[in-house]
């Protein structure tokens, strides 16, 4: 994984799941530094919980993730919440919250416990609902928006957390096509103009394609392969990974991988 050799985020001999139930063993992976990596793998393979096990939402039951060198079992839940934010999927809040009053809440690990709001987070939030383009929807309640603009609003309370690491779990599901795009180019445009660190749990292996420097495939309990999409999208791996045969050519847009799906023979 040569690309990934810069890293903050890593893991050394992980194995994860649920009580004794292990998932993944013995994974060792590195998450490239300022890219995007996208996790794909079939359904319960194993990526969402590896998502959650390297940002501390889960415990794993061997091994030890990383960050900065360290393992973050044994750091400060403060100095983790300023350096990394996970968005699970589906999030949900409470009734009649508006889109400013959730992206204020990314503020909180930067305050002490009876610190108030002070005009330098109230710029940091104005800052992350501008880059989501949501200034003219702060006062709507979450409730009152579309798919694709409610997940921009957690996006951006993300982004008001002041991060360099951003985790994704499943971003796009349950939005249209157009909804997806919206909420993708706004993550690689955050990863381009800020440098940000983006690594987002995928379904489609196009948008995987597209978006990401960087993919990780999970399958048979472990990590199958890591590398850049040109390389690492093929038809052998789309098989061994999904149990899928297709075809894999140079999109005519921009000469990314496009996967096509078998479902004839030939």
């Known amino acids: 994984m040569t690309e990934a050799s810069h890293s903050r985020l890593s893991s050394k001999d992980l194995s994860l799941g649920y009580a004794t139930t292990k998932i993944l063993e013995h994974v060792d992976i590195a998450i490239p530094d300022g890219k995007i990596t996208a996790m794909i793998g079939a ?131 349950y939005l249209d096509i157009a909804h997806q795009l ?20 995928v379904h489609d292996l196009n948008h995987a394609a597209q978006y990401a420097d960087h993919i990780v495939a999970v399958a048979n309990g472990g990590i199958h392969a890591a590398g850049r999409p040109v390389d690492l999208l093929t038809p052998d791996l789309i098989r061994t990974v999904f149990d899928v045969d297709a075809m894999v050519i140079p999109h005519p847009a921009d000469g990314t991988p496009l996967c096509l799906p078998l479902s004839i023979d030939f």
Do not use: Y
């Open 182 to 201: 919206e909420v993708l180019n706004l993550l690689r445009d955050l990863n381009r103009t800020q440098g940000r660190t983006i690594v987002m749990v």
């Open 43 to 173: 359904n319960g393979s194993g990526k969402s919980t590896l998502l959650k096990t390297l940002g501390r939402i889960l415990q794993p039951i061997d091994g030890t993730v990383l960050l900065d060198g360290r393992a973050i079992a044994g750091l400060p839940s403060r100095d983790i919440a300023r350096t990394l934010a996970l968005l699970p999927q589906s999030p949900v809040s409470p009734d009649g919250l508006t889109v400013r009053q959730l992206c204020r809440f990314g503020r909180h690990p930067h305050k002490g416990m009876l610190t108030r709001t002070t005009r330098h987070d109230e710029e940091i939030v104005e800052q992350a609902l501008a880059a989501t383009g949501l200034s003219d929807l702060t006062e709507r309640p979450l409730d009152r928006l579309s798919g694709g603009q409610r997940q921009r609003a957690w996006i951006a309370m993300a982004l008001a957390q002041e991060t360099p690491i951003l985790l994704l779990d499943e971003p796009t599901t």
